[in-house]
Each structure stands twice: as C-alpha cells, then as structure tokens.
C-alpha cells in the first residue's frame, strides 16, 4: 500500500486550500485514514480521520468547523478540505492508513504513511 499526498502550497490567510491522498494497492481491511501535520520545530498532530467503510469523522479542536474531510471509494482518495486557514495551519501535511478497529488519535494506529505535502500560510 502506498498513500501519495497533494495539493499544497503556499495560501492566504482566510483562503481555502484542498488536499488529496491518494492510496495505491489493497483497500481490503482499510479501517480508517487520518490527516497529521508537522509544524517546524513541532511534533506531529492529529488533524482529521474518517472512517474508511462508514461515515464517521473526526477533527481536532484547532480545526473543527474550518475543515472537512471526505473520501471518493470510488477513487481511492481521501480528501481535506481547509478552509479560513491561519497561520497556524502551517507544516507538512500527512495521510495515514488505519488498518485495525477505525481510526484514532495516535500515530501509533496507522501503519501506512504518505510522504507529506507542505502547506505555507502567507499573512
């Protein structure tokens, strides 16, 4: 399973800004996919997940009501949306697979990993 995540770039603060994560290979077992960003100097933060089968989401505080997460099966890719980005949204951006009982706050839970795409946030 390879996961390949896009879409960022440098955006205005107050701007929108969408990535993708595309997964390659088995889907057969796939529970969850979360996002996890990197701010520099910053350990890695749980963003977002969704269930895989299910529609179930999860967002953490600092994003909830400005981002949306959101899957196309049909495409293999897992989607999130940012919108009113700040500052503070800045750093790496990755997708990750969950393969056990659904998706969870901990990096620990995810066994496949994307190699991160950077979001810059321009004030």
């Known amino acids: 399973v390879q996961l390949q995540a896009s879409g960022g770039g440098v955006v205005l603060a107050g701007a929108s800004l969408r990535l993708s994560c595309v997964i390659s290979?088995?889907?057969?077992?796939?529970?969850?996919l979360a996002w996890f960003r990197q701010a520099p100097g910053k350990d890695r933060e749980f963003v977002s997940a969704?269930?895989?089968?299910?529609?179930?989401?999860y967002y953490s505080d600092s994003v909830r009501g400005r981002f949306a997460i959101s899957k196309d099966r049909d495409k293999n890719t897992v989607y999130l949306q940012m919108n009113n980005v700040m500052p503070e949204d800045a750093g790496v951006y990755f997708c990750?697979?969950?393969w056990g009982a659904g998706p969870g706050w901990w990096q620990s839970e995810y066994a496949d990993w994307g190699q991160g795409t950077l979001v810059t946030v321009s004030s």
């Open positions: 290979g088995r889907t057969s077992g796939l529970a969850g």
């Open positions: 969704a269930t895989w089968s299910g529609s179930s989401t």
């Open positions: 990750a697979a969950n």
